[in-house]
């Protein structure tokens, strides 16, 4: 999984008070817990950016100064109205402490069910996995070439070296379903068949 460095500042006080302050200052406040203290600090909306608003995953380099910690994002807060990020939890990150992400499906290849009139149907854009912080990938790759008419690819279909899958093993992911015009292709070639 790809680091992107997060240039932040401690926060000397906390409370709700405090947050709105930094919030009117166009500062977004945010927590990294998962060490030896919990760290309350800020960093601007432009910094938060690319964490926020982006499908992909990050280790957020979380520098604070003279110390630097490697963390992920785990739990955004928005404003009802504005949609705006009021606050952020980051959880600091252990090379041997495996973690609970939830990563984005990717979909790669070309389905026989697909080139022959079915519809391709992805059911899930996330899945949640566990991992150690060393073999996370940057995505779960879904590789959709075997999928025939009516074949489903479930969780319990997924293989990835070090990767424990912690959705429901029978969930399907993506399923290649038949369309009315397959359906009426297929009723006419056999009608001819039996000519």
């Not at 807060?77 to 609970?100: G, R, S, W």
């Not at 489903?152 to 993506?174: C, E, N, Q, T, Y």
């Amino acid at each position: 999984m790809k680091t992107l460095e997060l240039k932040a500042e401690v926060r000397e006080t906390t409370g709700s008070k405090d947050a709105a302050a930094l919030r009117r200052q166009g500062l977004i406040p945010c927590v990294l817990y998962g060490g030896e203290n919990t760290i309350h600090f800020s960093a601007t909306e432009a910094e938060l950016k690319k964490f926020i608003y982006s499908p992909a995953v990050y280790f957020a380099e979380v520098n604070l100064g003279t110390n630097k910690y490697k963390a992920v994002m785990q739990n955004i807060q928005f404003n009802p109205t504005t949609d705006k990020a009021e606050h952020i939890d980051f959880l600091q990150v252990h090379d041997n402490k495996a973690l609970k992400l939830q990563l984005p499906v990717r979909i790669v290849g070309n389905s026989q069910g697909v080139r022959a009139g079915g519809k391709l149907l992805v059911n899930v854009r996330k899945l949640t996995i566990e991992a150690l912080p060393a073999q996370l990938p940057d995505d779960i790759e879904l590789d959709i070439s075997e999928l025939n008419i009516g074949d489903k690819l479930r969780v319990s279909d997924l293989k990835m070296a070090g990767v424990k899958f912690l959705d429901s093993a029978h969930l399907a992911v993506a399923a290649v379903q038949m369309t009315r015009s397959a359906i009426s292709a297929q009723a006419s070639a056999e009608q001819e068949k039996k000519k």
